[in-house]
């Protein structure tokens, strides 16, 4: 009754009032409960300002940040959305140096390497701050945490007090007791929902944080572009000897498979480890100190150390059958993230498949993987067995005996003092029924010790079974942050185009090319071949993990073009890069966007002005490639692709023409549809905001169409067109060039028809025999054939001669066009008068 007394009738109304808020037992009316919406979220929005806010998805702050706009029971509802800052991605780096963790030992629970990554993404990313919200959702998660213990505790006594009453056959106390009871039962079933929600929430945040902060890294502009070069092959080094399963999970390029997985399912199931780990930990553990507190003044100095001894029996049996959980959970995680790429690749080429009928090939490939994947989860699941069985015969049955054994210990204990006791014989004035009494008293008080003590050591039994668990769950969270880490680690070690070389976009914004660049493959691997150095140790983690990888050649044969150089000023004329399949035009290109390095980057430090590997790259320039993308979206962003809507208002176009249709400027999305001939798009799709899965919608003459509707409403300095309108039609195509042209852009066209020289100014042609050797001509106008500019022997030359003496043919042929139409009018007129 002592601990009941402490609590005070106002936290009882306070916690009370707050239930009732929180339950919502109380329901306004509703049209009260709207008058508040209105006043608190604003008015509701009519369908077209529905529509129209779906579409323009954010808007830009001043600041720089976003709000984005979606709409709640027909409102509008503001969510501010802040990038991480670059400097903190910039600074955190240090903390995720790559190496591989889990290793050696599998069950290693506070493996170093594991301690430091789960604390550089709780610490550095999941709770960047005391003062963030999910600090503050911890502390109150924490209140709870040990409200609920104390509860326990007065709980047990309270049951103790009730069964002595009922044994003392104390109605009155009894009735009391059972009011406390109920009472208790509030503050106590409230602190339990409060801790399940407050988890959740955490749950939530954390996984919020990471995916956006992996999303700011992942999807990083140029020069990183961290999306596009982890794929080609800076993966975490899996060279580290002990780590087998990171190097399986790493193919022979170096590639992280499956990212979605890592991005997707992973971060999930790592926010919902950590936010739980932490009330799994925290409550047995406050359980186990506050129970062995409140039972050691019963057990004694002897009861005690029996308990810390089953305590320490307990988990030396339990780490002893633990399997390797966190390696377990891993694998899984992985072949999960396989079996989900191959659905997703199947989904993304359905139509190729059912082109070849592939659905029979399909389905063996989905099932093998699928199969890996069920045979690891049954054989996790045989494993498990042999664990749970010791877990449960050791929670529930060696600690039951042993509670009843220390349960019984100060009961017997007080029973032989008792006999003791009644050994010596009543004193004379005592009376039969006093010592009746008294009897009773002690059976009742006798009663009360063990209720309380059996119910304190199932909270403990229970506590303990909850740390075991926990226990597990830390093996699990170390497989899923081993991944995370992984990945977060991987995507800092991606070095950014050309990072370091003063070269590169330091070309203003008027010239493109490259100055003696070979043009390679690029295969990304370690500066050592030292295992040891490349698998960092935590303590080195203040090295900057992006300097220890670079591009190299994989071997010099991989060098596709070799000491390529030429240049373009805008507007002096126009490239084309031809050369046979698979010799390295969109190599070329590659390097020019600033997607691969030149394989002597390095080369030029040193070389004062004279740029060797050096790439010209300016700002305005747009790629097209050979496969036409087509983003997520309505009708319009096909054509306004990367920009959004909130862009495409900024830069004051309009999607119809403004004024009447003979002063068109060319400046609306339509004048540019017209002009690609898609002018009949927004009325067969159903306007400009239908959005559809445009990759099928489109035919792929259309899409090709499209990507060049992109570049007239971007109108770049540059554009590299790389062979993309290899499905349009010839007269198309040529009145496409003709605008482009026209709207001062500068083309650099790889392709492989000949129809399309006569756009250009200038071709380069790539042998393709192996040697890495190209040649670069003039076009000549009329009469005049190619001029060699810079010039390597080889069979390129007489292609390009064959292309040139062809157009001179044409050239020719049309030119005595003229003559044959008079003499076709001379034979009509000697016809006629013949006819006469
Ligand atoms: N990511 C990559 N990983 C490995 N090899 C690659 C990669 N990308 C391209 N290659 C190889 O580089 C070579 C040149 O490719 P590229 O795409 O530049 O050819 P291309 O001349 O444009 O050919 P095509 O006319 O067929 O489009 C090819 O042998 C190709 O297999």
Request: with cysteine.
């Amino acid at each position: 009754m002592a601990v009941l007394s402490k609590l005070r009738p106002s936290l009882f109304q306070i916690i009370f009032v707050l239930l009732i808020l929180r339950s919502r037992i109380i329901t306004l009316p509703r049209d009260f409960l709207e008058r508040i919406r209105d006043a608190t979220a604003g008015k509701r929005l009519s369908a077209a300002e529905l529509t129209t806010i779906l579409q323009q998805i954010y808007v830009k702050e001043r600041d720089g940040s976003k709000t984005l706009l979606t709409t709640y029971r027909n409102r509008l509802r503001k969510i501010p959305i802040h990038d991480t800052p670059a400097e903190l991605l910039a600074s955190n780096a240090k903390y995720f140096p790559l190496y591989s963790i889990g290793s050696k030992k599998s069950k290693a629970l506070l493996d170093p390497t594991f301690i430091h990554a789960l604390r550089s993404l709780l610490f550095r990313i999941a709770i960047p701050s005391w003062k963030s919200k999910e600090a503050l959702i911890i502390a109150i998660h924490s209140f709870f945490l040990v409200v609920r213990t104390v509860l326990s505790v007065v709980v047990a006594r309270l049951d103790g007090i009730i069964v002595r009453d009922l044994v003392r056959a104390d109605a009155r106390g009894f009735l009391r007791g059972l009011a406390f009871w109920f009472a208790l039962a509030i503050p106590s079933t409230y602190t339990n929902v409060m801790i399940k929600h407050l988890q959740s929430t955490l749950a939530l945040r954390f996984r919020t944080r990471l995916t956006r902060y992996i999303h700011d890294l992942y999807l990083s502009p140029y020069p990183n572009l961290r999306y596009y070069r982890l794929g080609l092959g800076v993966g975490a080094s899996a060279s580290d000897q002990g780590n087998e399963k990171a190097k399986r999970e790493q193919d022979a390029s170096g590639t992280i498979e499956g990212v979605d997985q890592y991005i997707t399912a992973d971060v999930e199931s790592w926010a919902e480890a950590v936010s739980g780990l932490y009330g799994n930990i925290m409550k047995p553990s406050l359980d186990l100190i506050l129970f062995t507190s409140q039972l050691s003044r019963s057990l004694g100095l002897r009861g005690t150390l029996l308990l810390f001894g089953t305590y320490y029996a307990t988990v030396r049996i339990l780490k002893a059958a633990t399997p390797a959980f966190g390696k377990l959970a891993a694998i899984e995680a992985k072949l999960e993230g396989d079996y989900r790429a191959g659905m997703g690749r199947l989904g993304r080429e359905g139509e190729e498949v059912a082109f070849y009928d592939g659905g029979a090939r399909e389905k063996d490939i989905l099932t093998g993987v699928y199969k890996a994947l069920i045979r690891h989860v049954n054989s996790v699941y045989k494993i498990r067995i042999a664990y749970e069985w010791t877990e449960d015969y050791v929670i529930k049955y060696i600690w039951s005996a042993a509670g009843y054994g220390l349960i019984a210990f100060p009961l017997l204990r007080r029973r032989s003092s008792a006999e003791v006791d009644s050994n010596m014989s009543p004193s004379p004035g005592q009376s039969q029924s006093t010592s009746s009494n008294g009897g009773n008293e002690a059976i009742a008080l006798r009663t009360e010790t063990y209720i309380s003590n059996r119910r304190l050591l199932l909270s403990l039994a229970d506590a303990g079974g909850r740390l075991m668990y926990a226990y597990k769950d830390v093996l699990e969270l170390a497989g899923v942050t081993e991944r995370l880490y992984t990945l977060v680690s991987s995507l800092y070690a991606v070095r950014a185009a050309s990072a370091g070389l003063p070269s590169l976009s330091d070309s203003g914004d008027d010239i493109i090319g490259l100055e003696h660049v070979d043009v390679h493959v690029p295969s990304h691997r370690p500066l050592t071949d030292d295992p040891q150095s490349q698998a960092q140790s935590p303590g080195e983690s203040d090295t900057d993990s992006s300097s220890s990888f670079v591009q190299v050649p994989s071997s010099q044969s991989s060098i596709l073009v070799r000491d390529l150089s030429f240049w373009l000023r805008a507007g002096s004329g126009h490239l084309m890069i031809t050369g046979s399949n698979g010799v390295g035009k969109t190599a070329v290109a590659r390097v020019l966007a600033g997607l691969w390095d030149p394989a002597n980057a390095k080369a030029n430090e040193n070389h004062n002005g004279i740029g060797i590997g050096k790439v010209l790259r300016p700002r305005s320039m747009l790629v097209v490639p050979q496969r036409v993308y087509m983003p997520v979206g309505t009708l319009l962003d096909q054509v306004i692709y990367p920009d959004s809507y909130a862009d495409f208002l900024e830069k004051g176009m309009s999607i119809e023409p403004q004024g009447s249709s003979g002063s068109r400027n060319g400046n609306s999305i339509r004048d540019i549809l017209e002009n690609v001939f898609l002018g009949y798009l927004p009325e067969r799709e159903g306007g400009w905001s239908t959005r559809k899965e445009w990759r099928d919608v489109l035919s792929g003459g259309e899409k090709q169409r499209m990507a060049m509707a992109r570049v007239f409403y971007h109108r770049p300095k540059f554009a590299i067109l790389d062979e993309c309108t290899s499905a349009v039609s010839s007269d198309v195509e040529g009145r496409m060039y003709e605008h482009a042209k026209s709207l001062g852009i500068t083309l650099i066209t790889i392709s492989l028809r000949p129809s399309l020289m006569r756009y250009h100014t200038q071709v380069l042609n790539l042998t393709g025999d192996g040697s890495g050797r190209w040649t670069l001509a003039h076009i000549g106008q009329g009469d005049s054939v190619m001029t060699p500019l810079a010039e390597a022997e080889g069979e390129g030359g007489e292609l390009w001669l064959g292309f040139n003496k062809e157009i001179a043919t044409l050239e020719r042929k049309l030119k005595e066009v003229d003559g044959w139409e008079r003499r076709l009018k001379e034979l009509d007129g000697l016809l006629k008068v013949q006819d006469l």
